[in-house]
């Protein structure tokens, strides 16, 4: 069997979390998997060391404009040429039209619901707004097209049943997400120390993965962090990734507390490799995101020995189990007095970072790779019985 994978921004700088769950399926793919042969489909960029071919893994760097139509024209067409029997493809979207039978990675419909639609016009960048629009067109008749179809938990799945009326469970599997083995309690001191001065980090701090996604919760985690200041007297910091200042300033007006960007600490761009470093390093990881199909920081703040805050909705409660504090994120109140019980409270504190360990042991990248494998054995094994009959 020939298997192409698309992994379009897997050769670009800053990769995302669709870009690292394709690159660690893939990777993990060449491990286990030494007798079907495997075309993975990039576009051109400048981070080529991050994957290399293998006798049964052929790169093949494909240019074809943008997004769209790379993706409808360019991949497919590659496909064929090198003959392949499935095309999987990772990223939420995929040709609708090709000749080859489709494995499709729909990570979440969240773009496609109403109430997140709602906040998405107010908050949404351009960039976004884009992107939701595309998939809103294709994800429908990708829907229909793909052989199979991928997401990664259970409440995703039973989202994405409900909405597009699924029939066929058998067309729709749900796989979890890894966390990598890099992901530990980094205690070496000059490690510690080489990313602290990287990052410019502060001595003591919070952190939290906010974006301009509108699902991340940035104002309601921004706002949570401002009333525990203002009712502990904290000198905690809060640690953010990239973030735009002009849009961070919009919400701390927003909140009233303009002045608490004295208290936050913007990084940029933080490589996975340094990640663990950073988790290791904090008090707390926030992560009350609205809405998640599976939330991968989870796991790894877990696995770095970090007791982590999130939400009781989505996939949050499935993927951390009973080794997080779980909160309503549309509730500030809520988030805040989580921070004051975990920073209180030692005995909480120590029972949280317990189970955590504990809980991201029970997900790896491999038996996410394992149970893909099977996945395309039991597709390519229907596809010829149907030929035959």
Known sequence: MKIGIEGQRLFRVKKHGMDMVALELIKNLQKIDKDNEYVVF???DEDTSVLQETENFKIVELDGGIYPLWEQFALPKAAKAHGCDILHCTSNTAPIFSDIPIVTTLHDIIYLEKSYLQILRSSATPYQKFGNVYRKLIVPRVMKRSKSVITVSNFEKNRIAEFFGLQNEHKLSAVYNGVGNHFKPVSDANELSRVKVKYNLPDKFFFFLGNTDPKKNTKGTLKAYSDYLKASKSDHKLV???YDLTELMKILEEIGDPKLIDKIVLTGY???TDLPAIYSLCDIFLYPSLRESFGIPILEA????????TSNTS???????????????FK????????QKIMNDNGLREELVEKGLKRSQKFS???MAEQV??????LHFDLKKHVLC
């Not at 877990?302 to 805050?309: F, R, Y």
């Open 302 to 309: 877990m696995s770095c020995g970090v007791p982590v805050i």
């Open 365 to 367: 990248w491999y038996a």
């Open 240 to 242: 953010m990734l990239d």
């Open 270 to 272: 933080v490589k996975n």
């Open 373 to 378: 494998l099977e996945l395309y054995k039991s």
């Open 332 to 339: 500030p109140e809520e988030i805040t007095e989580a921070i």
């Open 42 to 44: 990039v576009k051109p």
């Open 315 to 329: 996939s949050m409660p499935e993927v951390s189990g009973k080794a997080s504090y779980l909160v309503n994120p």
